[in-house]
């Protein structure tokens, strides 16, 4: 595993979790559901990065829990996701992204849509049929963030690394 990518998550507080992993067992095809539902921070980090991405995760985690909100549904074209507005989470990325400056993957430098992924590699049209009917009864509600973790990509599932709750 020391060679592998590192991958960094919001971890969910325990009322959304439930509803958020319920979703994702109803919706993504179970062949290709190997690891729970989660918001990505980013995808791809150097395995190198561990040892300071713990060290700013920490210190971001001694703060207090973002304020986030599940905003939206997201048409993913062969998916569905739930769109997450958090001004929070996008300063505390912004501010490990600036340290990680150069090592970032063209997927993480890019512009960060968080998004929880529910339904994916689906026909289009039963994508569409999902967001239609999610839709229908969808309103804004708050989202519980209770901490951050580092995930190791195993070609398909993930192995923790360390997950840091919010102390602040």
Known sequence: ?????????????DGDNGWLQELRRTHYPPERNRVPAHLTLFHHLPPAVEGELSRRIAAIAAGPPPRAEVAGIMDLGAGTALRI???????????????????????????????VTVQNKVEPKDARR??????????????????????????GPWQPIRSWAFRG
């Open 1 to 13: 595993m020391a060679g592998a990518p590192i991958i960094v998550t919001a971890l969910f507080g």
């Open 130 to 155: 999902l967001q239609q009917h999610l839709r229908a009864t969808f309103r804004p509600r708050p989202l519980a963030i209770k901490g951050l973790a580092a995930w190791h990509y195993l070609d």
């Open 85 to 115: 507005d958090s001004e929070d989470l996008e300063e505390m990325r912004a501010e490990v992204a600036e340290a990680l400056y150069g090592l970032l993957t063209p997927q993480d430098q890019a512009p960060w849509r968080p998004h």
